[in-house]
């Protein structure tokens, strides 16, 4: 394995409830530094980071309509839980000395930045992490498909999904003892077999434009960092 990043540009889709650790709801301040310091060691390595954050962890939009609030209010509350999410996350990062900026896809000029793609573009280039905040901006669309929105928009090389298991599985391993880690699906595999990794907006738009996804677990020290510098071994991948 190179010590110097085989990827030049990624992005990592980060779920709201993978802040959560050991909470029913919020943030848990250990498990937000220790994301922090997985995306500050990808940074020092040379690469260039983008976060494209959820929401799930304090609202998420889906549910709140199901418990009877307007699906587009209810979407609209979830995007405003993930510009939430991303200042928390830029604080973390900003307290181990790294340049960070929040962009939204909704206008909170007074809070982040606006999200505008050259703008992104240019903070990457100059090593700052970008979080990009509120999803799409529209309703009925899910962090995992802005996440893979905005990868094929920056131009990123890698599209990494952080989990709380290592990679995909045949079938849920906490509830089938013979479930095993697959190291490597093509994108129809995904779709026909119903595997659930993201939604298929986001799943279709990856294939379409052929961007590699890896999912891996966020969990485990040092992963973000082993995959960006090019371990094969690390989760799977879907191409």
Known sequence: ??????????????????????????IASPVIGDVAAELKAVVDSGSEVAVVIGGGNIFRGEGLAR??????????????????????????????DCQTRV?????????????????AVRHLEKGRIVILAAGTGNPFFTTDSAAALRAIEIDAELMLKATKVDGIYSADPMQDPNAHRIPRLTYDEVLDRRLGVMDQTAIVLCRDHRMPLRVYDMTQPGALAGIVAGDEDIGTHVL
């Open 1 to 26: 394995m190179s010590s110097s990043p085989v990827y030049r540009r990624v992005l990592v889709k980060l779920s709201g409830e993978a802040l959560m650790g050991e909470l029913e709801y919020g």
């Open 103 to 119: 962009m939204s896809a909704i206008r909170i000029n007074q809070v982040c930045e606006d999200y505008i793609r050259r703008r």
């Open 67 to 96: 418990g009877g609030i307007q699906r587009v209010t209810a979407d609209q509350m979830g995007m405003l839980a993930t510009v939430m999410n991303a200042l928390a996350l830029q604080d973390a990062l900003e307290k181990i």
